[in-house]
């Protein structure tokens, strides 16, 4: 059974909501957890079933290989582009949708994990106590949604959309996604990545320097919130406004019909100025309105 209104409530623009917008919500709280979740469970002898078994395997190859990558990050430049090296990589759009075929396989990691705090001064040192603080916050609100707005189904269905995509962002480029919304998405990759490497670091127990910490965690919260503006803009999401204002919120189907009537302006535009042979303005210049007034 699908959730409430489930992936609907966020395709409110023909539905043309690429299936990356559930890629920040499967995972959304965090490779890390589900590897320490994981590791609580082997010191516990619990067993695991197949498919948490596999859920834990796809996470540990994805944080070895995207995680360990950023992990190696010389200075804050460099670990912008390696952010961006992870994010531009089909590979990681592959695991990435793999583990979102698995997340709503392994129901009892994800109750063990949500109710969980993100605390991992190991990691990031005591000076991050702030922000890794913000972090959790962030993760359980995102977690809380996703699970209010997709059902399982949902995100086996983004997952095998998005296993097939060739080119995981060229939704940046297409016309029918409002500006807003598709930086929303990006911002949920990012904030992936950024997951990536944390879990990487926990898992080989290293203690990162204070300027990759910091740089990590901004980033970080940044992914997170940003994603979290177009979760918070869905009906019966229940993101609380102290954590996303409503004034901060992607509203969805206002940005829509900006955006259709800022294309149906180009389309106007580009059929006067092929019968003219001449450009022809979509908005105004500074000059025209200045003239009008």
């Not at 995680?67 to 990050?73: D, N």
């Not at 912008?80 to 583990?99: S, W």
């Not at 910490?213 to 918070?232: D, I, K, M, N, V």
Request: proline letters at 4%; hydrophobic letters at 45%; aromatic letters at 6%.
């Amino acid at each position: 059974m699908k959730g409430p209104r489930s992936i609907g409530m966020l395709r409110q623009m023909d539905n043309v909501l690429p299936a990356q917008a559930l890629g920040g919500a499967a995972p959304s709280t965090s490779f890390d957890a589900v590897l320490r979740a994981a590791v609580r469970w082997a010191s516990r002898r619990r067993r695991l079933t197949k498919d948490e078994r596999s859920l834990v395997d796809a996470v540990r190859i994805v944080t070895g290989n995207h995680g360990q990558l950023i992990l190696e990050a010389e200075n804050l430049v460099d670990l912008g582009d390696r952010l961006d090296q992870v994010v531009e990589d089909r590979a990681f759009h592959l695991a990435n949708a793999l583990i979102m075929s698995l997340v709503a396989k392994a129901p009892r990691i994800l109750e063990d994990v949500a109710g969980a705090d993100y605390d991992d001064t190991e990691v990031f040192g005591d000076g991050q106590a702030a922000l890794l603080e913000r972090v959790g916050r962030l993760m359980r609100a995102t977690a809380a949604a996703a699970r209010r707005l997709f059902s399982a189904e949902d995100i086996g269905e983004a997952a095998a959309e998005y296993t097939i995509q060739r080119e995981p962002l060229a939704f940046l480029y297409e016309w029918e996604l409002p500006a807003p919304v598709s930086s929303a998405i990006l911002d949920g990759m990012y904030s992936t990545a950024c997951s990536i490497a944390a879990a990487r670091a926990s898992e080989v127990g290293a203690r990162l320097e204070p300027w990759l910490a910091r740089g990590l965690l901004e980033r970080w919260c940044g992914g997170l919130y940003g994603y979290l503006r177009l979760l918070a803009s869905a009906p019966g999401s229940g993101v609380p406004k102290r954590i996303v204002p409503l004034e901060d919120r992607v509203d969805v189907e206002l940005e829509a019909w900006r955006h259709k009537a800022l294309m149906a302006g180009l389309k106007v535009a580009a059929i006067q100025s092929a019968e003219t042979g001449e450009a022809v303005p979509v908005f105004p210049s500074a000059a025209d309105s200045g003239a009008r007034r």
